[in-house]
Nanobody, 121 residues
Framework: QVQLVESGGGLVQPGGSLKLSCAASGNIYSIWAWGWYRQAPGRQRELVAHIDNGELTTYSGSVKGRFTISKDNAKNTVFLQMNSLKPEDTAVYYC???????????????WGQGTQVTVAS
């Protein structure tokens, strides 16, 4: 079992910055990859950024160059640094941890509770 707690959301003006955090507890050694997703009202949940155990990062085209995903392994925490924020970035942001246990083989995704990010003048 993995538990994720997100923080850092809030209200920010267009062009501003915000940093989200997601702290994991429980069987943290099973985590091999992390992701940030977001869901805006009336829209599907979408992938924002992803980082695997080899520290390979992936970003959606709409945030590439503005957002950065990183992690602190010692603190079992993943971050999403968001710069040059736009109103279209307004959404609930969810942290995701991908877990794999090899014996017995079990795969599972764990999700944070979500944190609201609002970008408005």
């Amino acid at each position: 079992q993995v538990q994720l707690v997100e923080s850092g959301g809030g209200l920010v003006q267009p062009g501003g910055s915000l940093k989200l955090s997601c702290a994991a507890s429980g069987n943290i050694y099973s985590i091999w990859a992390w992701g940030w997703y977001r869901q805006a009202p009336g829209r599907q949940r979408e992938l924002v950024a992803h980082i695997d155990n080899g520290e390979l990062t992936t970003y959606s085209g709409s945030v590439k160059g503005r957002f950065t995903i990183s992690k602190d392994n010692a603190k079992n925490t993943v971050f999403l640094q968001m710069n040059s924020l736009k109103p279209e970035d307004t959404a609930v942001y969810y942290c995701n941890a991908e877990s794999v246990v090899t014996e017995p083989h079990v795969e599972a995704d764990y999700w944070g509770q979500g944190t609201q990010v609002t970008v408005a003048s």
